[in-house]
């Protein structure tokens, strides 16, 4: 399975991967239930979580019936238990949506929720993150995880953020880390070679490797950034429940 996993995530386009991956995992669920891991999201119980990754798959990753990994899992527990996020309807735009929040999204938000991407068939808007085509202080809230390592000036796609993001209103733009992570986030437009990347980066499609200066970046777009060490307040017995990242931090960006 793990192979198999690996395969698909480096060969097959994930536009494609989207629109057939949540009927097909929703039957594989059905084979795994126990009780040993929960989903918050999907609210189902399993033996264990499928693996996922593209190189090394993390054992243990991927709910068959939400399509949540780790970090979404956590940041479903954070939203529901330290923000208004499903207290209030709001103006929400979500940039590269996840498949694992769009349905729960949808019925909180309604006609306010708003997705966006650059290629997705999931989304609303089609959306280049440099430009977003929306006037300035439209939104309460944006989320855009796992995206700025991809694109080519991320302090440009950070500032267009803060930009349509009312007075108060707050992002969470959450990025991945390869250990052992820099002080200094570290680039070179000169590495273009798909292998290459995949060797500096971690990945063939990442175009920079972050550092712990990360919220510092945040901050030269306008933003007040809290690094909220959530994860340390649910304890051991959660984080094997829900199979969270254990070191994962939140970055959250308020206007």
Known sequence: ??????????????????????????????????NNVTCPI???????????????????????????LERHRLLWLYLKQKTNFFQEKLHFLHIAPEQCFMKAFQK??????????????????????HDIP???NTFDITMCNHVMEHVDDDIKAMSEIYRV???GGWAI???????????????????????EREHVYGQDD?????????????????????EDRFIDELG?????????PPNETIFFCKK
């Open 42 to 68: 999907a609210e189902k119980s399993y033996r264990k979580f499928l693996p996922y990754g593209r190189v090394n798959p993390r054992p243990n990753a991927l709910c068959p019936d939400s399509l949540s």
């Open 165 to 167: 993001l009312k007075p």
């Open 236 to 244: 051991p017995e959660l984080i094997k429940k829900y199979a969270l």
């Open 134 to 136: 929306f006037e300035e």
């Open 108 to 129: 909180q938000h309604g006609d306010g929720y708003i997705t966006a991407d650059l290629e997705s068939p999931l989304a609303k808007v089609k959306m280049d993150v």
């Open 206 to 226: 990442h175009v920079r490797l972050y550092g712990n200066d990360y919220p510092d970046r945040i901050r030269q777009a306008g933003f007040e950034v809290i």
């Open 1 to 34: 399975m793990k192979k198999l996993i690996s395969f698909i995530l480096r060969n097959v386009p994930r536009k494609y991967i989207q629109l057939v991956s949540a009927p097909t995992l929703k039957i594989v669920g059905l084979f795994m239930r126990g």
């Open 173 to 195: 733009m959450q990025v991945p880390f390869f250990g052992p992570v820099g002080d200094v986030t570290y680039e070179d437009k000169n590495i273009t070679d798909p292998k």
